[in-house]
């Protein structure tokens, strides 16, 4: 819309007659999204966006849709008011007549529908109040065996995933299945079924190695796009965000950890890579938000397309390569003459003799079919790479970055690379050390930057200086995981003790007195809704991240007040979660340790010992690590402080007593 009707001369005659026009960047402010989001939805049956609202000057919805076409364009807008197929222009027109004509028509109606929003928001979660009583049981580890079921039914066992097109990873939900296996109580096998278990972890398996050969992933560059539009991920969508990243590095990292898989492996560097060099890389500290998915074909063409950075023809592999190396390469990338696009994919012709890289093949196979050497065709693979990248980054413009540093999305970045710090610590120190400095100077950065230490608030957006946003119930919760992560990673308390005043900042700003769980804002008389939710959708919830967050600080720092915290944010769901668990799959962990607990691995002696790196190193559900040595943590954890620091030996704490550890 940004070209077809703001940039339209008749558009922005009316828009600037007739209305007040408010771009909301909903990076920034995703409470204003999520509100007129709701309407839309409510309204409408669906949304998405771009998401287009009339509000009356009491900021109370009129009308509102998703994309209409600009002028010269027919599509079929559906709308409350509209319902024949009409653009932007004709929609504009109608709005002005009707607010004209029957203005206090449009009040009365945007007053009512508000109400009702606001009454369906208010009881929309109904989990218990504090105070009451429920049967124990009723959030159960049985819900994790519905969850499984319902992705099973879901799963595509052709090329993975688990939708039809448009596909989208889902990271939160690939993380449940892989780690339903991974748990140390049996309570989890024994309800789900220890084959089933080990199967929900194939189905993710199977997703990741799809992805990870297919056109989803750069693969001449670094990365993730977005999501595919085909069903066999080979035509994504390509536009780069901070948080596909983080997340599928967390996934990809617990993939390879279980596995020891080497395309694992290959697939946790190239993210890493992408997070911690430029242009995602900020050079003060910090990750930038996101890459465009369009840019300029070359350096001369005045007109953006779609994918342009990123494809090829064969006429370009042949000029970049020649003809032995282009060969083996355009079989390995599946490129052909009359490039790999299929028409019904290219609306707008975009594609025409393009190809989207993606493996089509094995270097072995590869080799048979080619009459080489395998070893000489990995090699021609790796420098073929390597010569396209070289002449991609000097031939094309880069897609436009989005230069904010937003604290949610780096605070599940900051995590995932302490956590892959410390699984290669012992496989590429260089690596490991690099994705290490990269996570403290975000998290140093965003402590320096965007938290203001006397207030104890954190500020949710940086660009040129801090924004005036304050943080959001997500930026907290993200960035206490991410911090968490960190601490057990490098085992240096002051990333600990961040997170300990983070989360009571957390507590003080957001949760809810009456029914618990933690509202997405805190209230304010110009928002019309005050929200609170629970399920995942492309980013974990921030309850279910604050509900793990409670959790495993509770269990570092031996506070019952977390862990009551954390059990009651559950249970501020409670209703939801029994009828839709596969829609609470991050908060699934929660209910099992609310369960059977969590246990603290406190190492003492020397921090880089090789038993405490191998403690360090595992997927880590149901246990966080500590360092017995810190003199925070000993003060403000009364149970660590008992453990002598000087002896070297691995406890495991749980339920106010430490046991030491058998020798590895």
Same mark, same amino acid.
């Given at each position: 819309?940004?070209?077809?009707?703001?940039?339209?001369p008749e558009i922005a005659e009316l828009l600037n007659?007739?209305?007040?026009?408010?771009?909301?960047?909903?990076?920034?402010?995703?409470?204003?999204?999520?509100?007129?989001?709701?309407?839309?939805?409510?309204?409408?049956?669906?949304?998405?966006?771009?998401?287009?609202?009339?509000?009356?000057?009491?900021?109370?919805?009129?009308?509102?849709?998703?994309?209409?076409?600009?002028?010269?364009?027919?599509?079929?807008?559906?709308?409350?008011?509209?319902?024949?197929?009409?653009?932007?222009?004709?929609?504009?027109?109608?709005?002005?007549?009707?607010?004209?004509?029957?203005?206090?028509?449009?009040?009365?109606?945007?007053?009512?529908?508000?109400?009702?929003?606001?009454?369906?928001?208010?009881?929309?979660?109904?989990?218990?109040?504090?105070?009451?009583?429920?049967?124990?049981?009723?959030?159960?580890?049985?819900?994790?065996?519905?969850?499984?079921?319902?992705?099973?039914?879901?799963?595509?066992?052709?090329?993975?995933?688990?939708?039809?097109?448009?596909?989208?990873?889902?990271?939160?939900?690939?993380?449940?299945?892989?780690?339903?296996?991974?748990?140390?109580?049996?309570?989890?096998?024994?309800?789900?079924?220890?084959?089933?278990?080990?199967?929900?972890?194939?189905?993710?398996?199977?997703?990741?190695?799809?992805?990870?050969?297919?056109?989803?992933?750069?693969?001449?560059?670094?990365?993730?796009?977005?999501?595919?539009?085909?069903?066999?991920?080979?035509?994504?969508?390509?536009?780069?965000?901070?948080?596909?990243?983080?997340?599928?590095?967390?996934?990809?990292?617990?993939?390879?950890?279980?596995?020891?898989?080497?395309?694992?492996?290959?697939?946790?560097?190239?993210?890493?890579?992408?997070?911690?060099?430029?242009?995602?890389?900020?050079?003060?500290?910090?990750?930038?938000?996101?890459?465009?998915?369009?840019?300029?074909?070359?350096?001369?063409?005045?007109?953006?397309?779609?994918?342009?950075?990123?494809?090829?023809?064969?006429?370009?592999?042949?000029?970049?390569?020649?003809?032995?190396?282009?060969?083996?390469?355009?079989?390995?990338?599946?490129?052909?003459?009359?490039?790999?696009?299929?028409?019904?994919?290219?609306?707008?012709?975009?594609?025409?003799?393009q190809n989207v890289m993606k493996i089509t093949t094995?270097?072995?196979?590869?080799?048979?079919?080619?009459?080489?050497?395998?070893?000489?065709?990995?090699?021609?693979?790796?420098?073929?790479?390597?010569?396209?990248?070289?002449?991609?980054?000097?031939?094309?413009?880069?897609?436009?970055?989005? &230069?904010?540093?937003?604290?949610?999305? @780096?605070?599940?970045?900051?995590?995932? !690379?302490? $956590?892959? /710090?410390?699984? =290669?610590? +012992?496989?590429?120190?260089?690596?490991?050390?690099?994705?290490?400095?990269?996570?403290?100077?975000?998290?140093?950065?965003?402590?320096?930057?965007?938290?203001?230490?006397?207030?104890?608030?954190?500020?949710?957006?940086?660009?040129?200086?801090?924004?005036?946003?304050?943080?959001?119930?997500?930026?907290?919760?993200?960035?206490?995981?991410?911090?968490?992560?960190?601490?057990?990673?490098?085992?240096?308390?002051?990333?600990?003790?961040?997170?300990?005043?983070?989360?009571?900042?957390?507590?003080?700003?957001?949760?809810?007195?009456?029914?618990?769980?933690?509202?997405?804002?805190?209230?304010?008389?110009?928002?019309?809704?005050?929200?609170?939710?629970?399920? &995942?959708?492309?980013?974990?919830?921030? @309850?279910?991240?604050?509900?793990?967050? !409670?959790? $495993?600080? /509770?269990?570092? =720092?031996? +506070?019952?007040?977390?862990?009551?915290?954390?059990?009651?944010?559950?249970?501020?769901?409670?209703?939801?979660?029994?009828?839709?668990?596969?829609?609470?799959?991050?908060?699934?962990?929660?209910?099992?340790?609310?369960?059977?607990?969590?246990?603290?691995?406190?190492?003492?002696?020397?921090?880089?010992?090789?038993?405490?790196?191998?403690?360090?190193?595992?997927?880590?559900?149901?246990?966080?690590?500590a360092w017995g040595g810190g003199e925070w943590l000993?003060?403000?954890?009364?149970?660590?402080?008992?453990?002598?620091?000087?002896?070297?030996?691995?406890?495991?704490?749980?339920?106010?007593?430490?046991?030491?550890?058998?020798?590895?």
């Amino acid at each position: 819309m940004e070209r077809e009707s703001f940039a339209s001369p008749e558009i922005a005659e009316l828009l600037n007659s007739y209305f007040i026009p408010i771009k909301i960047d909903r990076e920034e402010r995703p409470d204003v999204d999520a509100i007129y989001m709701n309407y839309v939805q409510a309204t409408n049956g669906s949304g998405g966006w771009p998401l287009n609202v009339f509000v009356t000057p009491d900021l109370e919805p009129v009308f509102g849709g998703t994309y209409w076409p600009g002028p010269n364009h027919s599509m079929t807008a559906q709308g409350t008011l509209i319902s024949q197929t009409v653009g932007f222009l004709d929609i504009l027109k109608k709005m002005r007549d009707v607010w004209t004509k029957q203005e206090e028509r449009c009040r009365e109606s945007a007053k009512e529908i508000t109400r009702q929003l606001r009454q369906f928001a208010e009881e929309g979660v109904h989990g218990r109040k504090l105070g009451e009583k429920s049967d124990e049981d009723s959030l159960d580890i049985e819900l994790l065996e519905e969850a499984y079921q319902h992705f099973l039914r879901r799963y595509d066992s052709t090329n993975g995933g688990f939708s039809i097109a448009p596909k989208f990873p889902t990271p939160v939900n690939m993380q449940f299945l892989l780690r339903l296996d991974q748990w140390a109580t049996m309570a989890v096998k024994n309800v789900v079924g220890e084959a089933e278990c080990k199967h929900a972890a194939q189905l993710v398996l199977n997703t990741l190695r799809k992805m990870a050969r297919g056109g989803i992933r750069d693969q001449i560059g670094f990365g993730f796009s977005r999501y595919s539009v085909t069903k066999d991920w080979s035509l994504p969508h390509f536009e780069k965000m901070l948080y596909d990243q983080a997340q599928l590095l967390d996934v990809y990292l617990d993939a390879f950890v279980v596995t020891r898989d080497p395309e694992m492996l290959g697939a946790v560097y190239d993210i890493a890579t992408y997070l911690t060099e430029a242009p995602m890389a900020a050079a003060a500290g910090g990750f930038y938000s996101a890459e465009d998915a369009d840019s300029y074909p070359t350096h001369t063409d005045n007109e953006k397309r779609e994918g342009a950075y990123y494809v090829w023809t064969l006429k370009e592999l042949r000029t970049v390569l020649g003809d032995r190396e282009s060969n083996i390469c355009a079989r390995f990338y599946g490129v052909l003459a009359d490039g790999n696009v299929a028409r019904e994919n290219d609306p707008h012709d975009e594609f025409i003799s393009q190809n989207v890289m993606k493996i089509t093949t094995t270097p072995a196979a590869l080799a048979k079919q080619v009459g080489m050497a395998e070893s000489e065709v990995v090699t021609i693979l790796k420098e073929g790479r390597k010569k396209m990248r070289v002449y991609r980054e000097k031939n094309r413009p880069r897609p436009a970055l989005d &230069d904010k540093v937003v604290v949610c999305w @780096n605070g599940l970045a900051i995590g995932a !690379l302490a $956590r892959t /710090s410390a699984a =290669l610590v +012992d496989i590429d120190a260089e690596k490991s050390t690099q994705c290490r400095k990269a996570a403290e100077g975000a998290a140093n950065f965003i402590r320096k930057e965007l938290f203001d230490e006397e207030s104890k608030t954190l500020y949710r957006v940086y660009r040129e200086g801090r924004g005036d946003t304050p943080g959001f119930c997500d930026d907290y919760a993200f960035l206490i995981h991410g911090l968490i992560d960190l601490y057990e990673a490098t085992f240096y308390e002051s990333f600990l003790e961040f997170a300990d005043i983070l989360q009571k900042s957390q507590i003080s700003f957001f949760h809810d007195p009456v029914s618990s769980g933690f509202f997405t804002t805190r209230s304010h008389p110009s928002l019309l809704l005050h929200l609170k939710s629970g399920m &995942d959708a492309a980013e974990p919830s921030s @309850n279910s991240v604050s509900a793990s967050n !409670l959790h $495993r600080l /509770s269990s570092l =720092l031996n +506070d019952e007040n977390y862990s009551r915290l954390a059990m009651e944010t559950v249970a501020a769901f409670e209703a939801e979660v029994m009828q839709f668990p596969h829609c609470f799959a991050g908060m699934l962990g929660s209910v099992v340790v609310g369960k059977v607990g969590m246990q603290t691995v406190v190492v003492t002696g020397p921090l880089e010992t090789a038993r405490g790196k191998k403690v360090r190193e595992g997927v880590g559900v149901g246990r966080t690590v500590a360092w017995g040595g810190g003199e925070w943590l000993r003060a403000r954890n009364d149970l660590v402080g008992s453990i002598p620091k000087d002896k070297q030996v691995v406890m495991i704490c749980a339920e106010g007593e430490c046991r030491e550890m058998p020798p590895f």
